[in-house]
């Protein structure tokens, strides 16, 4: 198993933020905030499942062709090779601890298929 990501690792993108929570041999938790308007690439991932808790806010979540509104307590499981992507149309941040599991944890593992910031 691979796991790229290290404790305190984080990045800022031009929807919000994400920092690593903890990490060990298949797995990877992460701590995200989504900006009031930002979305997140419609995308997928080859070798890793996710499993979104939103902690705060309220989310708009596509998961394959599924609309799903998510809030404050609720969670959504993305299944390896499922097209996903999640949205902040509030005006408050929407915040959601993620969980990956798999045999290769890396941000390579990122398929884009539309981003409104230009890097699909």
């Known amino acids: 198993m691979t796991n790229k990501y290290m404790r305190g690792q984080n990045d800022t993108r031009p929807w919000g933020t994400w920092e690593v929570i903890d990490c060990g041999n298949g797995f990877c938790v992460k ?7 930002g979305i997140l690439s419609l995308q997928l991932h080859h070798f890793r499942a996710e499993h979104w808790i939103i902690v705060a806010g309220k989310a708009t979540i596509t998961l394959g062709e599924a609309l799903l509104e998510k809030n404050a307590g609720e969670s959504v499981f993305i299944p390896i090779e499922t097209k996903h992507r999640i949205q902040n149309s509030t005006t408050e941040p929407v915040e959601f601890i993620e969980i990956q599991t798999g045999n290769n944890l890396d941000e390579n593992d990122i398929v884009r298929f539309e981003d409104k910031y230009g890097r699909a």
């Open 31 to 37: 701590h995200i905030i989504v900006n009031s308007g």
